[in-house]
RNA sequence: CGGGGAGUAGCGCAGCUUGGUUAGCGCGCCUGCUUUGGGAGCAGGAGGUCGCGGGUUCGAAUCCCGCCUCCCCGACCA
């Protein structure tokens, strides 16, 4: 365990995850709940979901899915239906055995994903051509066992959003898949502030059941891949394994093509992975709960019009469709509550004490930089809605030049091994598990993706020297 | 599941080896006064089933046995 003051936190480069953890808890993103691997997200993170989920939410909506709602138990027979997919989850499964003061007669399942109970009752909703496509989403939670929780990273219970479509044909299920990988990168890049790189799971990675998964991949600030979202066409395989059938114009009979997505509280993880840094928290100002936190400075016979002023300017600010906060806290020093600020990661304060009311400015401190700029009244506010633009393309920036900086191309196990170590390796595969099996245990890492974005290219595959599949290098990582 | 570490006040820890006053320290908390431009100061105060159960003993936070929980590192996962 890292020793860390009781003012600052473990820094990154001494214990990456003593340092998330530290961070978690301190900027009271999350608690740990009374069930080991559970988690209370407080307020201010669960302020942060609702900014991601909120926009991931218009999107879903704007491109023409409903939300829904279906139950949290499953029967356990139900689940079964589709071979692959019990086998994938069954190790991480809660199961109710007992209610109502007596021993069920079919267990029941806490539903670790709802492709089951959904196709159940899609067999039922779906009979004509005419009915296609579904498409709906639910805003849910899910439980999957977890034998190594992390806040947020991996938890017993999570909360997360998952799309399921049913379609007429496999080409529209497909671009369903992409419509879905298409809106999480709108997300992960343009408000979560966090690069992805996009494309297929080789086939042992992919979701139970599933015949095509897309991940987003991002790199943590240890060089670690963390998949940010997943979309997945499902062929027919739960149509057939639920009766998702409808009868063509023709007349004949067939079965739906199916897809599912989905985003959870893990990229909040993200966020703070890809962002964070030695004096804690950095928020993208899109997600951001606070994006501007003004703190009033004086002593107490001058702070009258000190607070008089800051309230003013929050008022001004908030009529520029900024987030702000006025810490009107008079418990706590100035001082302390610029390092607290900064440990939660608000992206901009502004200090505004005696000395700037009698010069008629205020200074404006930079969350990245540490930049103080003193700036006119009239300016603060006026700029404000730029400076946060500009900050937020300045994370997104720093994030894919740090994925850059800790990228290589690698054509052999000792070069994989090598990028792995810090960040991603660009490489070869011939497409034989057997030798995904053995990259993974020479180096640990394993294939994230097969970027779509990729230049086309052959050559050999790191591990056995064969022929290369999938057209271009994917992308290897140590993942979370 | 395997390996390692830890359970003592809200948080972080000391005390345990070598049993013995009323179990300490820092931070936090409460009250008052002074303070406030980078984690304020002084004074006073509150706060403990020493993880749980059993045993040894005149006496256990401390020694012995059993159990539970949490954290970290490895195999599966959004």
Redesign the pocket.
């Known amino acids: ?1 890292a020793k860390t003051n ?4 473990t820094p990154q480069s001494e214990d990456f ?2 340092w998330y ?1 530290e961070l978690v808890l301190r900027a009271e993103l999350a608690d ?1 709940g009374p ?3 559970t988690m209370v997200i407080r307020p201010y993170g669960y302020r942060i979901w609702e900014l991601l989920s909120g926009e991931l939410d218009r999107l879903i909506k704007a491109t023409g899915h409903e939300n829904a709602y279906f139950p949290l138990f499953i029967p356990e027979s139900h689940l079964r239906r589709e071979a692959e997919h019990v086998e ?1 989850f069954s ?2 499964l809660a199961i109710v055995t007992h209610a109502g003061g007596e021993d069920l007669e079919e267990p029941l399942v806490v539903r670790p994903t709802s492709e089951t109970v959904i196709g159940e009752m899609y067999a039922r909703w779906i009979d004509s051509y005419r009915d296609l496509p579904v498409k709906i989403n639910q805003w849910a939670n899910v439980v ?1 066992w ?5 806040l ?5 219970e ?1 909360l ?1 959003q998952e799309g399921h479509t049913a379609h007429a044909t496999e080409e529209e299920a497909v671009a369903e898949m992409m419509v879905a990988a298409d809106f999480y990168q709108a997300v992960a890049e343009g408000f979560a502030a966090m690069p992805v790189l996009v494309g297929d799971k080789t086939p042992s ?1 992919r ?2 059941g599933a015949v095509r998964t897309v ?1 987003l991949e991002a790199m943590m600030r240890d060089g670690r891949a963390l ?4 979309s997945h066409y499902l062929g027919t395989n739960f149509a057939r394994a639920f009766g998702i059938e409808y009868t063509g114009i023709d007349g004949v009979r067939a079965l739906c093509h199916t897809s599912s997505w ?1 985003m ?3 990229m909040i993880g993200g966020v703070i992975m890809t962002h964070g840094d030695d ?1 804690g928290l950095v928020l993208p100002p899109r997600i951001a709960p606070h994006q501007v936190v003004v703190v009033p ?4 016979g001058e ?1 009258g019009p000190v607070m008089a002023a800051a309230e003013a300017l929050a008022a001004e600010l908030t009529r520029t469709g900024v987030r702000v906060h006025v810490d009107t806290r ?7 509550k ?3 600020w ?2 939660r990661g608000v992206p901009v ?1 502004i ?7 009698a010069a008629g400015s ?2 404006v ?1 930079d969350r990245l930089t ?1 930049t ?1 700029t003193p700036l006119p009244m009239a300016e603060v506010s006026a700029t404000m809605p730029a400076r946060l633009d500009a900050f937020q393309t300045a994370l997104f920036d720093r994030a894919r030049d740090f994925r850059e900086a800790h990228s290589a191309t690698a054509d052999t196990l000792d070069e994989l091994a090598e990028a792995t170590a810090t960040g991603f390796a660009w490489a070869f595969l011939c497409g034989d598990p057997a030798c995904e099996k053995t990259i ?1 245990e020479r180096t ?1 890492a394993t294939p994230r993706c097969v970027p779509r974005d990729g230049a086309a290219e052959t050559g050999r595959c790191v591990a056995c020297g064969g022929p290369a599949s999938y057209g271009r290098r994917l992308v290897f990582g140590r ?2």
């Open positions: 365990m009781e003012r600052g936190i995850s003593a953890n740990r069930v080991r691997g994938g190790p991480e999957r977890e034998l190594r929780p992390r947020f990273l991996r938890t017993t999570f997360w990675e979701f139970a991940s998949q940010a979202a997943t989905g959870s509280t893990r004096r400075i004086g002593r107490e702070l008079t418990h706590v020093s100035a001082g302390f610029f390092n607290e900064e440990l304060r200090e505004l004490g005696p000395r700037d009311l205020a200074v401190v540490g103080k993974q640990g993942a979370y």
